[in-house]
C-alpha cells in the first residue's frame, strides 16, 4: 500500500523511493498518461504538473483514473522483476491509496 509519489518511482523501477535525491518524473507522468489512453488534455496536463500529488489532482480533475490503474500495474511488473533478480518469490499485490487513505487502484499476481 502506497501514495502516489512510491507507485510513480517503483513503478519506474526506482526501488528507494525517499524523496531526497529521488524526485518524481514528470515527463515519465506525461508519457505515462498517453500510453494508459488518457485524453489529450490530460496528458498536456500532467506535462505541466509540479508533484505526483498535482498529477493525482489533476487525474480526479479529468476524472480519469486509467493512467493510475495503469501506474499500479507498472510498480506490480517492476516489484516482480525485483523479487526475481533476487532469487525469490512473493505473492505480491500494490494498492494506491489517496491522502486519506482510500483506495484508487490495486493490481494482484495472478496465481
Sequence with gaps: MAMISRIIKTAQGRMVT???????????????????GASPELCDAAA??????????????????APL???????????????RR??????LEVILVDFDGAVLAHARENR
Design 18 to 36: 525517499h524523496v531526497a535525491g529521488n524526485p518524481v518524473d514528470i515527463p515519465f507522468l506525461a508519457r505515462m498518461c498517453c500510453e494508459a
Design 48 to 65: 505541466a504538473a509540479n508533484t505526483a500529488r498535482h498529477f493525482l489532482e489533476l487525474c480526479q480533475a479529468h476524472g480519469e483514473l
Design 69 to 83: 490503474t495503469y501506474l499500479t500495474a507498472m510498480a506490480l511488473a517492476q516489484s516482480q522483476r525485483f523479487v
Design 86 to 91: 533476487l532469487g525469490g518469490t512473493l505473492a
